[in-house]
């Protein structure tokens, strides 16, 4: 029989949280930012099937770095929260702080209650108002914290690196254009070497107040992104020279989609998923 | 809230909002909190219930789209329970339910349904076929069969735009939960038979969505005629009936603008000819 010994509570919290911040500084950087007519998302995902960024109710929206498996159960639960809270009341009274406020408990008991592991993510709840004053932002952390988000956040992987970027470029009341290209712009500076990130490595969606529908959410996918990006000639299967290199980056891109797909054997999905997501970038961790 | 429900493990989100799996949201509601399901109650064996009904819609396709129209009306025996009610709703972007039957329920029901195939889309990323639309409906009559017997039954039609082909389906359902396709034009609710009547003679295949909408307007004038649930326009308090269409655009409920100058139209025409438009004999 093993003799349990004494670990201090403080060296047991500060373990979890290293393991946590390890986890979520694996994956890709997702920047949230407010624009003059709604708030965008930005992250770099190669994926076309699985989502960092998604939909949660009419004018609320959820984006998570870290593991996929964990924010995506944290996702799914979100779902059911609003739309519980929507079909037991109204749509109105479903609110993106309640959303953060359960994140919050949740992430935080997960974080320190002694059994499990710590979730290793980092969320963002966003909700469009009906002017710019209106719009919110939380940031949730692994351990439950919530901050209130001035004018963007980036979660995840380098997000310190982005942030510096984006502090200098970022500019309140601007146009969708000009946030998406600073976002991108910073999204790519997370390293030592900057990148220049293409049409489809990037996953883009609003929360766009000036939408007629109640839903408020859109993604923003191939040519319209291109064309916001001023880079027409870049997307899939485009013509031309440019054409060429595109094309050979949507194949390596695909490639791994493909693996998960075939190779949905049980264990293997998750580690694959995480490998798809995170891609080879611990070199940056 | 008044629920069974266990909202109280881990934190702030309840264990069932965790469980993976579910992507349907009535087999969710029905785990976690199934009292909140329009069929979640029982009424005592043998007693029935009197409560609002509401009475026809009718549906029809058009090159491009279908169209679903209601009247607005709503009895509860011999009285009128409701002038204005609205039986023609959006399923989602795609597709539109008309309900007849008893409205309580029938209302609840199609509150449900919206959400269920929002929540698909928002849980999967995409949005289900219309057939798969069609079928979920099903499954939630099938389940009110009992409150249906006791005289609480819910008889919708629906309506979907299906993109690959370019065109509009229609389905009609039993309160068995009987789920049938029906081709061109359909009609359900007590003033059906003459709406179909007139559907039958009035229905052409190469209809635009307006002369879709001139089309459902004369049968559901037809069943205001000779059926005392279904309400014929009331153009002195300004209620024409509910006319949606779907088509590659979406839904999209005609404003009542629009519809104000087609009802009247199709109104003064009848002074002249109060049976209507007279279709060829050969």
């Known amino acids: ?285 | 809230m008044e629920s069974n429900a266990d909202w109280g493990t881990r934190g702030g989100l309840p264990q069932a909002f965790l469980t993976p799996g579910i992507s349907s949201f009535s087999e969710f509601l029905k785990g976690f909190a199934p009292e909140y399901l329009p069929n979640g109650r029982t009424l005592p064996a043998g007693s029935t219930v009197e409560a609002p009904h509401g009475t026809t819609i009718v549906a029809l396709t058009f090159p491009g789209g279908v169209l679903v129209a209601g009247d607005r009306r709503a009895t509860m025996g011999n009285f009128i329970a409701q002038r204005d009610i609205e039986k023609v709703f959006p399923g989602d972007e795609f597709s539109a339910v008309g309900i007849a039957g008893t409205a309580g329920m029938a209302v609840e029901m199609v509150r449900l349904f919206q959400l269920e195939l929002e929540h698909y889309e928002k849980i999967e990323g995409v949005t289900l076929s219309t057939k798969g639309k069609a079928n979920r409906l099903a499954t939630m009559i099938r389940g009110n069969l009992g409150l249906a017997m006791q005289g609480l039954a819910v008889v919708p039609l629906f309506a979907g735009y299906e993109a690959e082909s370019g065109q509009g389906r229609i389905f009609s359902y039993d309160v068995t939960g009987g789920m049938y396709e029906e081709h061109d034009f359909y009609s359900v609710g007590s003033g059906s038979m003459f709406a179909r009547g007139a559907l039958k003679k009035l229905y052409r295949p190469d209809f635009d969505a307006e002369e879709a909408a001139v089309a459902a307007v004369q049968a559901l004038y037809d069943a205001a005629d000779d059926d005392s649930a279904t309400g014929g326009p009331d153009l002195y308090r300004k209620i024409y009936p509910v006319v949606a269409a779907v088509t590659e655009d979406g839904y999209r409920r005609l404003p009542d603008e629009e519809l104000a100058a087609l009802v009247e139209g199709v109104v003064d025409a009848r002074r002249a000819a109060p049976d209507g438009p007279r279709a060829p004999l050969r």
Request: no cysteine; proline share 3%.
């Open chain 1, 1 to 285: 029989m093993t003799t349990p010994f004494y670990v201090s509570p403080e060296q047991i919290m500060k373990d979890r949280a290293e393991y946590a911040r390890k986890g979520i500084s694996r994956g890709r950087s997702v920047a949230v930012i407010f624009y003059d007519k709604g708030i965008l998302f930005v992250g770099e995902n190669p994926s076309r099937a699985l989502h960092k960024i998604s939909e949660i109710y009419d004018r609320i929206a959820f984006a998570a770095a870290g593991r996929y498996n964990e924010y995506e159960q944290l996702r799914i639960a979100g779902v059911r929260h609003a739309d519980m809270r929507g079909y037991v009341y109204d749509r109105r009274d479903v609110t993106g702080r309640a959303l953060a406020n359960t994140y919050a408990q949740a992430l935080g008991t997960m974080f320190s209650e002694g059994s499990g592991k710590p979730y290793e993510v980092e969320l963002a709840v966003a909700e469009v108002g009906d002017g710019a004053a209106d719009d919110q932002g939380y940031r949730v952390t692994f351990d439950g914290q919530v901050t209130d988000i001035r004018g963007f956040q980036v979660l995840g992987g380098a997000a310190d690196a982005v942030t510096s970027v984006l502090e200098s470029s970022f500019e309140e009341h601007a146009s969708l254009e000009t946030v998406l290209n600073a976002a991108v712009d910073a999204l790519g500076r997370d390293g030592t070497e900057p990148r220049t990130l293409a049409p489809n490595q990037l996953e883009v969606a609003v929360l766009d107040r000036t939408r007629p529908q109640v839903r408020k959410f859109r993604r923003i996918t191939g040519p319209a992104l291109a064309r916001l990006l001023g880079r027409d000639g870049e997307e899939d299967g485009g013509a031309g020279e440019d054409g060429a290199q595109g094309d050979a980056e949507s194949a390596e891109s695909a490639r791994p989609t493909q693996a998960v797909e075939t190779a949905l054997g049980d264990g293997e999905v998750l580690g694959a998923v995480d490998d798809l997501l995170d891609d080879e970038d611990s070199s940056e961790s």
